[in-house]
């Protein structure tokens, strides 16, 4: 009879046939859903810990009968390694299976490569490193019971292209656990820890199933599904439920696998197919944060929903997209410092530099600090981003229209903005102080704070609402995922003297640089209606 591992549920998350869980890993029995396992076990005792991981590294790659090692007490900095196991057979290691026992203390586990093979591990602990549990390449079955992580780096564990492998009990003490299923099903079953943050990925026609997430804080934190599923404790994907859309801890998925075979209905081009949900209006099963990828200049991009009919009824139906993270190469916003628009052209954005490598433009633009600057000529119409983009995708972009603010005064240097108009921001644009903080942060003059020009035209886009996690930015070559953090660019000029414009600081908080730095970013940014 199946031992129920989740308590008193009306429905089960995980069925016991699906991965033969047991509420111990006992050596007396064997796996019904093993195939042709030894019914014989060989048990091993080691005097230390060291000779523990000597006898695993001596264990023949392909079992020839069931494997039982009793771990002693102890601690070693030396890394309990599994490496390319196969057949069919257990190999069952028991380390400290109560509270309270003292511990077997590893630097890291890894579990490497292994495949059919049925690995159990129990009441291990590890001390070092990033990611000191970490389970790679394997189609093996691989259980961690009541496995502890302590003073580990970012991560307590990582599960990688690998499919088949439970985390039961453990605990990842003020780190998180990364889990990334590429092949095949995860089951993450009662996780305990503080402060942690548990990420979760599904990939392909993987799955992750979860469950008593304990005292796991944040623990939903980064879960995407990437054509795979994500699963809670009532069998709903994680990503479709409207609870964690409304907390806003949401992230989104691949709409180009979510809607696979309506995109195929368009010849996959998946750009005709939201250009045509956009105008019918039919935005069911498509979120804030969900995203399409675009790849520009040999740049992988998320291009993920920043808002649906935001600015709508001054506009027609639309979705604006802002890429999660940055094109590749510094933009400065202009070549020197300066932040006024021109006699020939107002708008401090439409006249800058960054506005012409947007777009893709010849056009003149700012060299000089002062009033009615001399300009020089720049030709991005190869160069820029505009140009490079896929021709599908250009079809189906409609300029961003808004009430654009105006800053530019024959004879003079303004240091805030003194009018507006409604005006073309660009097919490719930035978004504002306000579409991003909600509130004009830098880009309003403190002496005169009543000045609406800069921020009235705007509104916060959903996506940057109630948190700093989507304004946090990486470079498309480093995403933010990895820890690749920079400062990105803004539509907006500051209050601040001396050609300063508005910017968002690689932690996600309001910034400013001056116009002509050379070490800030830009995110793609485009309005599809």
Not at 277 to 293: A, H, S, T
Not at 304 to 320: F, K, R, S, W
Request: net charge negative.
């Amino acid at each position: 009879m199946p031992v129920e591992i989740f308590g008193q549920r009306k429905q089960r998350l995980i069925d016991d046939n699906e991965i033969g869980l047991e509420t111990t890993f006992s050596s007396s029995r064997i796996d019904s859903q093993l195939i042709n396992p030894s019914p014989t076990w060989r048990t091993y005792n080691p005097a230390t810990i060291d000779e523990a991981i000597d006898l695993i590294a001596s264990l023949p790659r392909r079992l020839p009968e069931n494997v039982s090692v009793r771990i002693p007490p102890g601690t070693t900095d030396r890394t309990l390694l599994f490496r390319g196991f196969s057949g069919s057979n257990i190999i069952s290691i028991f380390g400290a299976n109560a509270v309270g026992e003292q511990t077997r203390t590893f630097g890291m586990v890894f579990v490497e490569n292994c495949s059919n093979a049925d690995i159990r591990l129990e009441g291990l602990t590890v001390n070092y490193g990033d990611m000191p549990f970490r389970v790679s390449m394997c189609t093996a079955s691989v259980r961690f019971r009541m496995c502890n992580s302590v003073n580990a780096g970012w991560a307590g564990t990582q599960i990688q292209h690998s499919q088949n492998v439970v985390l039961y009990e453990c605990m990842f003490s003020n780190k998180s656990t990364v889990v990334a299923a590429t092949i095949g099903k995860i089951f993450v079953v009662n996780l305990s820890g503080s402060s942690n943050a548990t990420a979760y990925t599904a990939f392909s026609n993987s799955d992750i199933r979860v469950a008593n997430e304990g005292t796991l804080q944040y623990a939903i934190y980064g879960i995407t599904a990437q054509g795979g599923q994500v699963i809670d404790s009532l069998g709903r994907r994680i990503a479709d439920t409207p609870t964690y859309i409304a907390n806003r801890i949401y992230q989104g998925i691949d709409l180009s696998q979510r809607f696979a075979s309506e995109i195929a209905g368009f010849g996959g081009d998946q750009w005709a197919w939201i250009q045509s949900r956009i105008r019918r209006g039919d935005y069911e099963g498509i979120n804030v944060k969900d995203w399409l990828p675009l790849t520009v200049a040999g740049q992988n991009f998320q291009m993920e929903v920043a808002g649906l009919n935001t600015y709508t009824p001054q506009a027609q139906n639309h979705i604006d997209f802002i890429s999660r993270d940055c094109w590749a190469e510094p933009i400065p916003w202009n070549l020197v410092n300066f932040n006024n628009g021109l006699a020939s052209e107002p708008s401090a954005f439409r006249a800058s530099n960054i506005y012409a490598f947007l777009n893709g433009l010849a056009t003149d633009v700012p060299n000089a600090e002062t009033a009615d600057p001399e300009t020089t000529s720049v030709d991005y119409t190869a160069t820029g981003i505009w140009p490079q983009l896929p021709a599908e995708l250009r079809n189906v972009i409609v300029p961003k229209v808004a009430l654009v603010p105006i800053r530019y005064a024959a004879g003079l240097l303004l240091t805030e903005d003194n009018s507006w108009v409604w005006s073309d921001f660009g097919n490719l644009w930035l978004p504002t102080e306000v579409e991003v903080y909600g509130t004009a942060k830098w880009s309003i003059n403190n002496d005169n704070p009543s000045n609406a020009f800069g921020a009235g035209g705007f509104v916060q886009y959903p996506i940057f609402a109630g948190g700093v996690m989507s304004r946090i930015k990486g470079l498309s070559a480093h995403p933010s995922a990895f820890g690749g953090r920079v400062g990105w660019q803004l539509g907006s000029a500051t209050g601040v003297p001396g050609g300063v414009v508005a910017g968002v600081g690689h932690l996600g908080h309001a910034g400013h640089y001056v116009a002509s730095f050379s070490g800030v970013f830009a995110p793609l940014c485009f309005r599809v209606a």
